[in-house]
């Protein structure tokens, strides 16, 4: 990550990164592109209401490996921001772990405020059911499906795995899945008004350096938002409504139970506010109801850079999910 892409980013990521198709970020020279064949826009929905960014996924696919594990990615951005690709984040995600012989589904959805809950997990299910369905012609084993979320992506696919109403009404199940990855998800969609400053001092006040996703050590950005009044952001109130009975049935943690896919929960020793313990409670209901769960907090990593530095050669994120896939195929 070079410095002067810092700043850019900085307001990308708090602002919120729109859908964007330019570059400032890919993978290293040891991912050899030529050995990846790319189809972006592909529309996984075309039913009333369809969007043709929002119902589109891009797959990234290993030419000379055949029937192989398929990971469906969805991107974070608290379920108002963001795209599948965001200035070549996601992207250069999918090209790796094609490149490492899966075949990636990077799927979009709709954002609020022009949509609200449930409308994001029912259109992640839509993105996997045709996964299911078409992913043969890419290459993918439809058989060995395993879902990876980022941030508010690491709610939905756990959401789903724990909620089986979303995978039923799209003629699936969570026995379907393979296994579920997520990255500084949010597992607890609490009542009441939870707000985090951006800026400031505080338990729910954050700084640049938990946002930016850096590449090697710290830049020091965290003094550009340490000035001035915090910014204040409404975290669940946009995207949840205010029903807290709604917000509890949009918890991946009040949905679990025995026979859930095993899970992988990769949490940031530098993450956002709340969301290290949300992580834990998550892990631990899991072991309770007796679902394989295994958590790991990554050293020296923020709550972008867990997810954008796993295409880094030997990175802990990275490697985690490539043999928790090749462990838990089918």
């Known amino acids: 990550m070079k410095a002067r892409h810092a700043g850019i980013l900085a307001v990308a990521l ?34 009333p209401g369809a969007d043709s960014v929002r119902h589109s996924l891009d797959i990234y696919s ?50 609020s ?23 043969a012609k890419y290459s993918g084993n439809p058989d060995s499906i395993f879902l990876l979320g980022h941030s508010a992506g690491g709610h939905l696919v756990s959401l789903l795995a724990s909620d ?45 350096d938990q946002m930016v996703p850096l590449r090697g050590d710290n830049l020091p950005v965290q003094p550009l938002l340490k000035c001035g009044p915090p910014l204040m952001i409404d975290v669940f109130g ?43 409670d998550f892990h631990a209901a899991l072991k309770n109801a007796n679902v394989e769960s295994r958590l790991v907090t990554v050293t020296n990593r923020n709550h972008n850079s867990i997810m954008f530095r796993a295409i880094e050669p030997g990175d802990p994120v990275g490697d985690a999910v490539i043999d928790f896939v090749r462990q838990k195929r089918p």
């Open 62 to 111: 290993p030419k000379l490996v055949a029937d192989a594990p398929t990971l469906v990615i969805i991107h974070g951005g608290e379920w108002k921001y963001g795209d599948n690709r965001c200035f070549g984040l996601y992207s250069s995600v999918g090209r790796y772990f094609a490149s490492r012989g899966f075949v990636v589904a990077m799927a979009n959805y709709r954002l």
């Open 238 to 280: 946009p995207a949840f409504g205010p029903d807290p009975k709604a917000r509890e049935a949009a918890s991946p943690i009040a949905h679990v139970r025995p026979g859930l896919p095993p899970f992988l929960i990769l949490s940031a020793e530098n993450d956002l506010p709340a969301l290290g313990g949300m992580a834990a």
């Open 164 to 208: 089986e109403q979303y995978l039923q009404a799209e003629g699936m199940s969570p026995s379907d899945i393979a296994g579920v990855i997520a990255v500084s998800g949010v597992y607890r969609i609490t009542p009441g008004r939870f707000e985090v400053a951006v800026g400031g001092e505080g338990p729910l006040a954050f700084g640049v």
């Open 113 to 135: 405020p022009d949509v609200k809950h449930p409308e994001h997990a029912k259109d992640v299910a839509r993105a996997v059911a045709w996964t299911k369905a078409n992913i």
């Open 14 to 47: 708090i602002v919120g990164c729109q859908v964007s198709s330019v570059p400032i970020w890919d993978v290293p020279p040891s991912v050899k592109l030529s050995e990846i064949r790319e189809t972006p826009g592909v529309s996984y929905y075309d039913g």
